[in-house]
């Protein structure tokens, strides 16, 4: 196919065959580049209604958690980062550790089942603790003991692990909040399919330390829809320019 620039303005004009050709694929590209920014824009404004209703559940008042009526229905559009509530008694012998890198440095999540009136079952990940603290026996004044009512967001499971690494249940190796690998590692059984993530209400002897939840939702799509459409209005002009400079190399030849 022929080169853009094979032919100076002192050649022989360019073919309609080959013009046409190259302005097509620059017509086609064009259009496609708008495609793309047209997306980023519908993109854009999904990621800010989502942003504005996280907020909104975040910032309201809680409610109770979702009992097994309504668990085969839960999913993250329509329940992820909800406040809720629930009351019953932590089964502190059955908590598991997750390994954890937050804002306090690395560590781990202590993750600790909560037995509800009804037999139920709810895993709560009530916050951070570091290393050193990672066996329950260092921490045991931070024990919760009877009835208690713990107030966080409503999180979706995490299977299997991370990218990198894989949860191994058969060494307590924990790298993701499976709570559904957690609940049958421990024999236990009614096991909501989410977890709560505790609030920040002050653990006896100060730990866990709850209310670490990062709500980060990158939103570039403004720059991304600048970018495509920028590059369109260049491929347009491109295909404007190649239609003037051959129709003057056409008339400088007669």
């Given amino acids: 196919m022929t080169d853009i620039s094979s032919n100076t303005s002192h ?26 920014g047209t997306w ?21 008042p809680p409610a109770a958690a979702p009992g097994p009526a309504e668990w085969p229905a839960i999913d993250a559009a329509g329940y992820e980062y909800k406040h809720v509530q629930a009351t019953g008694t932590f089964l502190n012998d059955k908590e598991a550790q997750v390994y954890a890198s937050t804002v306090l440095g690395p560590g781990y999540w202590v993750l600790t089942p909560m037995k509800l009136a009804d037999g139920t079952i709810i895993i709560v ?30 999180r979706m499971n995490e299977p299997k692990g991370t990218l990198l690494r894989s949860n191994v249940p058969s060494e307590e190796r924990w790298y993701s909040r499976d709570v559904t690998a957690i609940a ?3 024999g236990l ?3 909501a399919p989410y977890f709560i993530d ?19 939702f ?12 920028g590059l369109a209005v260049m491929t347009s002009g491109l295909a404007a320019y190649l239609i003037y400079f051959e129709r003057q190399r056409a008339k400088a030849s007669r």
């Fill in 125 to 154: 990940n009530r916050g951070f603790v570091p290393a050193d603290k990672r066996n329950p026996d260092t921490r045991a004044a931070g024990e919760l003991s009877g009835e208690t009512t713990v107030t966080g967001l409503l």
């Fill in 198 to 216: 505790a609030d920040d209400k002050k653990n006896p002897g100060g730990l866990p330390v709850g209310g670490l939840t990062q709500i980060v």
């Fill in 11 to 36: 050649g022989k004009p360019r073919s309609m065959l080959a013009l046409a050709i190259w302005v097509l694929l620059l017509l086609l590209l064009t259009a496609l580049l708008i495609g793309l």
């Fill in 40 to 60: 980023q824009v519908k993109r854009l404004h999904w990621k800010l209604d989502l942003i504005a209703r996280v907020d909104a559940r975040v910032h309201a």
């Fill in 218 to 229: 990158p939103n570039n799509h403004l720059v991304y829809a600048i970018t495509w459409y």
């Fill in 189 to 191: 059984q009614n096991v």
């Fill in 184 to 186: 049958a590692a421990r």
